[in-house]
């Protein structure tokens, strides 16, 4: 297929990200291999309504997860987040808790690589100096006479096109997990990120026909990139990753098929596994069900003392503590206060 036409003259800042083919040796057939990853190293914590982070909060803006990078720290998620979603943190929903963990995490890593990676380039210049934040969702990005491209639920971004079907004839053809408006010597680029979590089930031909050739027309200035942010394994093979960082057959035509297209790729990992984020999903099911009151089960280390049993759920600070009466025998909860720093 031929997408409109795009700016083949723009200078490229990410080309050291994009799929190289070569031959190592003599004795193989050429590969593909990808030299740079994002080259964020970043870390999570787990807070509780208790821990010190959140004594100077309100409710809703107490921070559950915090992702931190050198000396930055995020709010991934806070109880706000946890209570105005659209799907309960349950087992029910365990495949959407992940999904929007990767999401955040994800998102936030390719914002600080954008901000930090050269000095020739800025975020930014999407929204004006009126647009808020707090009053955003269902907010029109830009559009074309066929297009829309419009804010679902900040920060997710989707894709309407005029069908004459659906509400007001316009039909929801992709969401977007990240988008990122770049500027570098002058020249617009704009990536769009996409998160999975193990399984990497691209479908190339939707990725140009619903993403692509819409963007294409309401941004027709600028130079597309298609960022896919997953594990390493299902970027990389396995017994090739340590010598040549070679890259698997998917990623392979994922490349190929958008490349020919003048659109780049970068493949970006986590520095979490799996069981980070499993780690991470339970712990935001035990704080929802802590903040709505509800019975609950944890997990986390438990003291037990002559006077006193403090239990664990998690965050850095107990979840619970009691103390003995050394009268009654009962046992009751005292409040958990900090030192101050």
Same mark, same amino acid.
């Given at each position: 297929?031929?997408?409109?036409?795009?700016?083949?003259?723009?200078?490229?800042?990410?080309?050291?990200?994009?799929?190289?083919?070569?031959?190592?040796?003599?004795?193989?057939?050429?590969?593909?291999?990808?030299?740079?990853?994002?080259?964020?190293?970043?870390?999570?914590?787990?807070?509780?309504?208790?821990?010190?982070?959140?004594?100077?909060?309100?409710?809703?803006?107490?921070?559950?997860?915090?992702?931190?990078?050198?000396?930055?720290?995020?709010?991934?998620?806070?109880?706000?987040?946890? &209570?105005?979603?659209?799907?309960?943190?349950?087992?029910?929903?365990? /495949?959407?808790?992940?999904?929007?963990?990767?999401?955040?995490?994800?998102?936030?890593?390719?914002?600080?690589?954008?901000?930090?990676?050269?000095?020739?380039?800025?975020?930014?210049?999407?929204?004006?100096?009126?647009?808020?934040?707090?009053?955003?969702?269902?907010?029109?990005?830009?559009?074309?006479?066929?297009?829309?491209?419009?804010?679902?639920?900040?920060?997710?971004?989707?894709?309407?096109?005029?069908?004459?079907?659906?509400?007001?004839?316009?039909? @929801?053809?992709?969401?977007?997990? /990240?988008?990122?408006?770049?500027?570098?010597?002058?020249?617009?680029? !704009?990536?769009?990120?996409?998160?999975?979590?193990? +399984?990497? @089930?691209?479908?190339?031909?939707?990725? &140009?026909?619903?993403?692509?050739?819409?963007?294409?027309?309401?941004? %027709?200035?600028?130079?597309?990139? =298609?960022?896919?942010?997953?594990?390493?394994?299902?970027? =990389?093979?396995?017994?090739?990753?340590?010598?040549?960082?070679?890259?698997?057959?998917? %990623?392979?035509? !994922?490349?190929?098929?958008? @490349?020919?297209?003048? !659109? /780049?790729?970068?493949?970006?990992? $986590?520095?979490?596994?799996?069981?980070? $984020?499993? +780690?991470?999903? @339970?712990?935001?099911?035990?704080? =929802?069900?802590?903040?709505?009151?509800?019975?609950?089960?944890?997990?986390?280390?438990?003291? !037990? /003392?002559?006077?006193?049993?403090?239990?664990?759920?998690?965050?850095?600070?107990?979840?619970?503590?009691?103390?003995?009466? %050394?009268?009654?025998?009962?046992?009751?909860?005292?409040? &958990? +206060?900090?030192?101050?720093?």
């Amino acid at each position: 297929m031929n997408l409109p036409a795009h700016n083949k003259a723009a200078p490229d800042p990410f080309h050291e990200f994009h799929p190289v083919l070569w031959t190592p040796d003599s004795t193989v057939e050429s590969i593909y291999s990808v030299k740079r990853n994002h080259g964020i190293t970043g870390s999570y914590k787990l807070h509780n309504l208790n821990d010190q982070i959140n004594d100077n909060r309100d409710t809703f803006n107490k921070i559950i997860v915090e992702y931190i990078i050198n000396d930055c720290s995020y709010a991934v998620f806070t109880v706000a987040d946890l &209570l105005n979603t659209t799907y309960p943190f349950d087992q029910q929903s365990e /495949g959407n808790i992940l999904g929007e963990i990767a999401e955040r995490i994800s998102r936030r890593i390719t914002k600080y690589f954008l901000k930090h990676w050269s000095k020739q380039g800025k975020t930014g210049g999407i929204f004006d100096q009126n647009f808020d934040i707090r009053n955003c969702n269902n907010f029109i990005v830009a559009h074309t006479s066929h297009y829309v491209l419009k804010i679902q639920q900040y920060p997710n971004l989707i894709i309407l096109k005029r069908t004459g079907k659906g509400k007001y004839g316009y039909e @929801n053809i992709k969401e977007l997990d /990240g988008f990122f408006d770049y500027r570098f010597s002058g020249k617009r680029h !704009i990536l769009v990120l996409e998160s999975k979590l193990e +399984k990497v @089930n691209v479908d190339c031909d939707d990725l &140009l026909n619903n993403l692509f050739t819409p963007l294409r027309q309401i941004f %027709p200035e600028a130079s597309f990139y =298609y960022v896919l942010f997953t594990d390493k394994y299902s970027i =990389y093979s396995r017994s090739n990753y340590e010598r040549w960082r070679q890259i698997k057959q998917l %990623p392979v035509r !994922i490349h190929e098929k958008l @490349n020919a297209e003048g !659109i /780049g790729t970068l493949f970006f990992t $986590f520095n979490e596994s799996r069981e980070d $984020f499993e +780690k991470i999903k @339970n712990f935001l099911m035990i704080q =929802y069900r802590a903040v709505r009151k509800e019975t609950l089960t944890l997990f986390g280390k438990t003291i !037990i /003392g002559q006077k006193e049993l403090t239990i664990f759920d998690g965050g850095e600070t107990p979840h619970i503590k009691l103390i003995k009466d %050394p009268y009654s025998g009962m046992w009751r909860e005292i409040p &958990l +206060k900090h030192k101050s720093s």
